[in-house]
């Protein structure tokens, strides 16, 4: 027997299971706009407060999965892996890790989203980038892919559509932060976009949505379950977001870091680190490596030789952007009229960093958004960001601001410093990342 919309709320408000067949009903009914507005509240608002159990959140990944089109990239001769992140400052892997895994033989249709709260989106980024098309169809989607080897695309109106329906009212309603919901709404796109494998980046720290380590272990493990569960290969990194991953935030200057960093011209250490990381247990995740040094040693001959610089340019190119963008990268196209370093008034080493804040201080600046409708200034932010241990004196900046105006250059530039502390003693390091493979692997 089917159940009503209204029975399958009560059912999970009252504390039972939702069997498959119940999940999968409400889901067809929101898609179909059976279910309106005011039920899928109540059912996200039931689920907020009751949460699932592992089988019910496989079963509502898929269904979500279902209510669009699934794609297939069997005609392919390599593994197709994906990274997903749940979000950071000067979080710019997706730029560099997807033309890694190209050059190593994979095939990586990465479907990326645009920033939320104080965090930085990938697809901000491209869209920094002038003429590359960010929602191409899926036949140019498809070309790319088979073409280059990645693709770094926004969501497509017809890939999981349930999710983006059900997300907008989680928004509103203030039932966002739950994990059953969010690892349905983070898998159902990924499954949807047909990947054998997925690396999962879960950051924890101050300038994670995950502060603590307990939640961002509770988030992984539950991805990692579900994502399996459901049949995709996912392995996940818990990674440390105390402090920007890396020396630069905001959209145009992640872009120019990331060549930097493709070319060889500049790798800030920590970034260099977990996006090899990544790249290596995806690679063991898809089958392009025997195991973790198998998978590293092919992601730094990939990366040193050039050949991922050669499919990141490839892939631009391939997408609308400049065919020339290596040549001319450096001369901004978004160059900010306001730029100068920002100092702090005492001595020491930086302690701490509220890297929330520094998030925020990019958002001040137009470099991230408040509501959906915001514009987004693409060359403002900050780089040569110190990170933690560095050295501070009168002489030395903790980073140097890009600005529209010198209004909101004084507004960030009190932000950033604002959010950092100083101590007579460098602090010890974190660890950088552990990780959680799937259930009886390595």
């Known amino acids: ?26 889901i067809a009914g929101l898609t179909q706009g059976k279910v309106t507005d005011a039920q899928a509240a109540a059912f996200a608002m039931a689920v907020y407060f009751q949460n ?34 749940t979000g950071g400052v000067g979080d710019n892997v997706s730029l560099m890790l997807a033309p890694i895994l190209a050059a190593c033989g994979a095939y990586v249709p990465m479907i990326s989203g645009r920033g939320l709260g104080h965090t930085g989106g990938t697809l901000d980024k491209f869209d920094a980038i002038p003429g590359y ?7 140019t989607l498809r070309k790319v892919v088979g073409e280059v080897g990645c693709a770094i695309i926004g969501q497509t109106d017809d890939l999981a559509p349930a999710d983006r329906r059900l997300y907008a009212i ?21 499954l949807a976009a047909g990947l054998d494998s997925l690396i999962l980046d879960v950051k924890t720290g101050t300038g994670a949505f995950m502060k603590t380590l307990e939640d961002a272990e509770g988030l992984a493990q539950s991805l990692v379950s579900v ?12 990674t440390d977001m105390n402090e920007p991953l890396a020396s630069a935030a905001g959209n145009w200057l992640e872009v120019v870091n990331a060549i930097d960093f493709l070319t060889g011209k500049k790798r800030d250490a ?27 040693l092919r992601a730094q001959m990939a990366l040193n030789s ?21 040549a001319h990268y450096e001369a901004s196209p978004h160059a900010a009229p306001v730029m100068r370093d920002v100092f702090l008034d005492e001595n ?24 959906p409708a915001d514009t987004i200034f693409y060359g403002v932010g900050f780089d040569r960001l110190a990170g933690l241990g560095a050295k501070i004196d009168s002489r030395t900046p903790i980073a140097r601001l890009h600005a529209r105006d010198a209004d909101t250059a004084d507004q960030a530039a009190a932000r950033l410093k604002a959010a950092y502390r100083l101590a007579e003693t460098a602090p010890e390091r974190k660890t950088l990342y552990t990780y959680i493979a799937p259930e009886g692997a390595r």
């Open 1 to 26: 027997m089917t159940l009503l919309p209204q029975e399958v709320i009560a059912k999970k408000r009252d504390g039972e299971t939702l069997s498959g067949a119940d999940i999968a009903g409400f």
């Open 52 to 85: 699932m159990d592992l089988d019910e959140r496989v079963a509502l990944t898929l269904a979500m999965r279902d209510s669009g089109r699934v794609l297939d990239w069997s005609d392919l001769d390599g593994p197709v892996i994906d990274k997903h992140s």
């Open 133 to 139: 098309k960010t929602n191409p169809d899926i036949a």
């Open 170 to 190: 989680r928004d509103v309603t203030a039932t966002v932060e739950n994990i059953s919901l969010i690892t349905a709404s983070i898998l159902s796109k990924k």
């Open 227 to 238: 994502a399996n569960g459901a049949g995709m290969t996912t392995g996940a990194l818990i």
């Open 270 to 296: 920590r970034l260099e680190a977990i996006t090899l990381a990544l790249c290596a247990h995806g690679l063991v995740l898809g089958g392009g490596a025997l195991d973790f040094e198998d998978g590293m």
């Open 306 to 326: 050039g050949a991922a610089a050669e499919k990141f340019f490839a892939m631009v190119a391939a997408l609308g952007g400049p065919a020339d963008l290596e």
């Open 348 to 371: 020491g080493f930086v302690s701490s960093i509220d890297t929330r804040g520094v998030g925020m201080a990019v958002v001040v600046l137009g470099g991230g958004r408040t509501n």
